[in-house]
């Protein structure tokens, strides 16, 4: 009997092995997915590691756990979010959002953050100081901006003398030598050892008075700002006519030099009403805004209401209250520029009014708004702007805004807005330590 089940079992078996093969042809088990929560966190720890960097090694470390977090990011499998789906349309039209797309975000912001704390480094002051010296060396310079390429180049060597304890002194005077004087203080500089940590107050010094020279360079004044007729005149081509009939091309231009040497300002208002020509406009201008005499206030007002800059510009140096109203409307709008030159106006005229106007440019996303802001609050010289120029001292992340602010502060020159700047006496930023050490000092 054993012997017959045996035999059973035995031809039984196949049988079974072949109704047990089917779990081979079944799917596999589904990819294990990742849990977003934690990305979440790693991504938490890591913006906390970039906020707490002090140092170069410290933001090299918060990289690398970003490089970890992303690499991890890349190789894991996110559950798909569900579709925002419309009322108007089929679900099975909407593709679902990426997962990882917002981790991805996330990790781009930390990067740049971490980009933005770097520095700055030696190497980003000579690069300055090479384009300032490709400037000089490029451009083709009237006599006035000869000289003053001469003095913007030798007040940054007395700024980098006294930053570095060294001796530069500007002795040329032609550009091609001063910028080959220039170019030799750059490789000194370059050749200086200071560390992005332990120097980083000099660097950024340094690195404020290079832009502050490439500023005034580019403010220097070139053949190609000038008309064409006064780049003939200035070269002495209308020397050889009688100075009776014309000294300009067209003859009206004459005269309206002349009106300017004697202080006339009623026929020079005539011709900017009688001329059609933006020719004769911009040079009319030129002279207004030389003068800046009150009775251009609303021929200049009419063009400063289009917006353009430089009646804008003539309006601050005439200072008439009047034109505050139009010129608060045009904070805000999105042109940097006008906008820069439209607080500088305000802050000239000096108007009361415009505190609180100019105060909201304190929130910019713009950091020379902010500043050209804070910078006009101090010209207006209103108590009223000591709290927020206090709080931009306190939160804003730009230094050069900061400096603005403390500025301003010494400019309105009440005991607390003084006392408001001189607590930043010990700042990070020297422009800031400066400031407050002036205020201290009153």
């Known amino acids: 009997m054993s012997d017959g089940e045996d035999t059973d079992n035995a031809d039984e078996s196949p049988e079974e092995g072949a109704g047990e093969e089917a779990p081979a042809e ?14 979440d966190r790693r991504l938490d720890e890591a913006a906390e590691l970039v906020e707490a960097a002090e140092t170069e090694d410290d933001l090299d470390e918060a990289d690398e756990t970003i490089d970890e977090i992303e690499a991890d990011l890349d190789a894991a499998t996110l559950p798909t979010p569900e579709p925002e789906v419309g009322e108007d349309e089929d679900p099975e039209d909407v ?20 980009e933005e704390q770097r520095g700055p480094y030696v190497e980003d002051i000579t690069d300055v100081l090479d384009g300032a010296g490709t400037t000089i060396t490029t451009s083709e310079w009237t006599h006035e901006g000869e000289d003053e390429v001469a003095e913007a180049v030798s007040a940054f060597f007395a700024d980098a003398s006294d930053t570095l304890g060294e001796d530069f002194e500007l002795t040329a005077e032609e550009p091609e030598a001063v910028a080959e004087e220039l170019e030799a203080v750059t490789e000194t500089i370059g050749e200086t050892e200071l560390d992005p940590d332990d120097d980083a107050q000099t660097i950024a010094t340094l690195l404020d008075r290079s832009e502050t020279l490439e500023s005034d360079l580019d403010d220097a004044m070139v053949w190609s700002d000038l008309e064409v007729r006064e780049q003939l005149r200035r070269q002495g081509f209308y020397d050889v006519l009688d100075p009776s009939v014309t000294k300009d091309f067209p003859p009206e231009l004459s005269a309206i030099y002349v009106y300017e040497a004697q202080g006339e300002v009623e026929p020079i208002l005539e011709a900017l009403d009688s001329f059609g020509s933006d020719f004769m406009e911009k040079d009319i201008l030129d002279v207004l805004e030389h003068l800046a005499p009150e009775e251009a206030f609303d021929p200049v007002h009419a063009l400063a209401q289009r917006r353009n800059k430089q009646p804008v510009r003539i309006l601050g140096r005439i200072g008439d209250e009047a034109a505050c109203d139009t010129l608060e409307d045009f904070l805000g709008g999105g042109d940097v520029e006008l906008e820069k030159i439209t607080l500088r106006s305000l802050g000239m005229i000096g108007a009361e009014q415009s505190t609180d106007p100019v105060a909201q440019r304190l929130a910019a996303d713009n950091r020379e708004i902010r500043s050209s802001a804070a910078r006009a609050l101090g010209l207006i010289g209103d108590t009223r702007a000591v709290e927020p120029l206090g709080d931009v001292l306190e939160d804003d992340d730009a230094d050069e805004v900061r400096a603005s602010a403390a500025w301003a502060l010494n400019q309105i020159g009440t005991e607390r807005a003084l006392e408001t700047a001189a607590e930043y006496a010990d700042d990070r930023s020297y422009l800031v330590q400066s400031e407050a050490e002036k205020a201290e000092s009153v």
Not at 26 to 39: K, Q
Not at 96 to 114: A, N, V, Y
């Open 26 to 39: 079944a799917e596999p088990p589904e990819e294990e997915l990742a849990d977003p929560d934690e990305f």
């Open 95 to 114: 593709e679902p959002p990426d997962p990882k797309e917002e981790f991805e975000d996330r990790i781009s912001d930390l990067r740049d953050d971490i």
